[in-house]
């Protein structure tokens, strides 16, 4: 995302013809998105984005299992959240 949001602030920069921007290449001012395509297709290609999904899940899971045994009382009163 972080490759994106520089494409997009280099693009505007150089069509608008302000700063040291206007006088790059377009190659060096397009680059990022390049580079973004590069990792998401890394990312996907390496499981990077399921395991994040995945652990992300789980986390949400075991919140709710939490907040559940909260509710119903089965929890020690040492880890209630009052």
Same mark, same amino acid.
């Given at each position: 995302?972080?490759?994106?949001?520089?494409?997009?602030?280099?693009?505007?920069? =150089? $069509?608008?013809?302000? +700063?040291? #921007?206007? +006088? %790059? *290449?377009? $190659? #060096? #001012?397009?680059? *990022?998105?390049?580079? !973004?395509?590069?990792?998401?297709? %890394?990312?996907? %290609?390496? @499981? $990077? +984005? =399921? &395991? /994040?999904? #995945?652990? /992300?899940?789980?986390?949400?899971? =075991?919140?709710?299992?939490? =907040?559940?045994?909260?509710?119903? @009382?089965? +929890?020690? !009163?040492?880890? &209630? /959240?009052?």
């Amino acid at each position: 995302m972080l490759f994106l949001l520089l494409g997009l602030i280099l693009s505007g920069l =150089k $069509y608008l013809e302000m +700063t040291q #921007v206007a +006088t %790059w *290449p377009w $190659y #060096v #001012v397009l680059a *990022p998105f390049g580079l !973004a395509v590069l990792w998401w297709s %890394w990312a996907d %290609w390496s @499981g $990077y +984005t =399921k &395991r /994040k999904a #995945v652990e /992300k899940e789980e986390a949400r899971k =075991k919140a709710r299992i939490e =907040k559940s045994r909260d509710n119903l @009382g089965l +929890t020690p !009163a040492s880890r &209630r /959240k009052r």
